[in-house]
């Protein structure tokens, strides 16, 4: 079993920051791509950004400059700083993880959900 914890969202103001961090715990052998999904409301949920094992990255047009995505492989944790939000960003934000589990076996799974509102 794996489990993933979300935690990092709220409230914050245009132009402010914010990081969320997923944390991935069970019966993990190893972890390949981690990224971030966002869905708002009325809306298909959209990659914002993935990183692979090695540390590449990639990210939404719409975010690029602004948010970063990172790793920590010994705490099998991927972060999100958000910098300079616009109300555009709010969203559920969804960590997405896919590696393998103690069996061998592939598997990919997303967080809960935390919710990101960009409001004055």
């Known amino acids: 079993q794996v489990q993933l914890v979300e935690s990092g969202g709220g409230l914050v103001q245009p132009g402010g920051s914010l990081r969320l961090s997923c944390a991935a715990s069970g019966t993990i052998f190893s972890i390949n791509a981690m990224g971030w999904y966002r869905q708002a409301p009325g809306k298909q949920r959209e990659l914002v950004a993935a990183?692979?094992?090695?540390?590449?990255?990639n990210y939404a047009d719409s975010v690029k400059g602004r948010f970063t995505i990172s790793r920590d492989n010994g705490k099998n944790t991927v972060y999100l700083q958000m910098n300079s939000l616009k109300p555009e960003d709010t969203a559920v934000y969804y960590c997405?993880?896919?590696?393998?589990?103690?069996?061998?076996?592939?598997?990919?799974?997303w967080g809960q959900g935390t919710q990101v509102t960009v409001s004055s």
């Open positions: 990183i692979t094992k090695g540390g590449s990255t």
């Open positions: 997405n993880v896919e590696g393998l589990d103690g069996l061998g076996s592939l598997f990919v799974h």
